[in-house]
């Protein structure tokens, strides 16, 4: 008799130790997901200096949209970008100037065996266009294009669904709808059905998806036993943090890449050139609101033996402080050898951003930035190299 109870005590024991071990977003191992971003974020600065003879402002508008679609035989990527500044001196009879910045891009990363984290073939294009109304030193019109073909190995895994299924049992536990975390099976359960967000849209329209959706989650969460009373508090909890919170975007993984280059034109005016490109990305999360992320790329152009490189990389760190609040501090590192002058210009930019969410889908940003230039000719050095401090703050919109 004692050694029965014993038994059924060790076995409860463990059973609820199993259910209530610490979830990660390394628990989320699914090939098929689709993650979306679109913003517009702006900022004014409007002032007028004692020796100015009239009032200086400067109007910044950013937009950004990157869309990615996993399956197990394939990641395609594209996005899209316009900068935008709008600006006048303080200097009397001082015109405002404008300039922009344009770009897109498409990838296809297309497996060899489909579900696997090996090799796989690519194709990328690329366009920039580059426009500053002040800048009258050169003859180009700031266009570049390039088309891409190569190899590559490795496999980048969007695990936001899971970071969205943490957050939704983290809150209803938290009020009580829940009596504790279930099982890592219910977590991955729920990550699945947020995973498909856009197939219930497809299926069920825009205007009434969310009801199936969040009906079917649901389900899974009262398949746990563990359900005090879901009701309309649990409906109401899981759309507000699916629908009207922002998680930043958690990614699992790497890749490497390398491939042969057409460059239809570049900056400098040259066109139909041969080039190189070898690239690479690295993402770990950190914990369950941290996230890391580096990516670098290589780019060369063939020019007769006076070639231009391009180096690029791209570091992040993403700490979530709480449901309303986001840290972001991104270091970019760019060099350029220009394929004309034979500049060898480096740009380092830091920046470290607080988001705070004002209401849904709009957040106020306090930005601290530092760049610094250096390596242009002598002629232009004094204007071009140095160092920029800037503390900047404005609202973000997100739109998807």
Known sequence: MKKTILASTIGLFLGVSAAQAEVTLYDYKEGTSAYEDAYVAGSLDLHKKRTDGQSAYSLILDSSYDRTISTPDRDLTYGASLLGNVSRKGDKGADSVDAYTAAASVTADNYFVPGSNGGFWYGAAAAKKIHDSEDTSTDNDGVFTRATVGVGYGRVTNVTPMAKAIRVVDELVRRNILRSKPSVTVYQDIARIIAKQDEYESRYGSADYEIKWISDIEAVVQQSGLVNNFG??????????????????????????????????????????????????????????????NEAVFNAILNDGDDGYNFNNNLSLTHEIDDRIDWENKWNLDYAKNTQNGDDVTTNTLSSTFLYEIANSLDFTTTASIVNVSGNDSATASDSDGTDRALTMGVRYRLR
């Open 232 to 293: 309309a508090a649990g409906s109401l909890k899981v759309r507000d943090v699916l629908i009207d919170e922002n998680i930043s975007i958690r990614r699992i993984g790497w890749k490497v890449r390398a491939g042969l280059s057409y460059i239809g034109k570049n900056f400098d005016g040259l066109t139909n050139k041969p080039g190189l490109e070898l690239g690479g990305e690295y993402h770990l999360p950190l914990s369950n609101q941290t996230q890391f992320s």
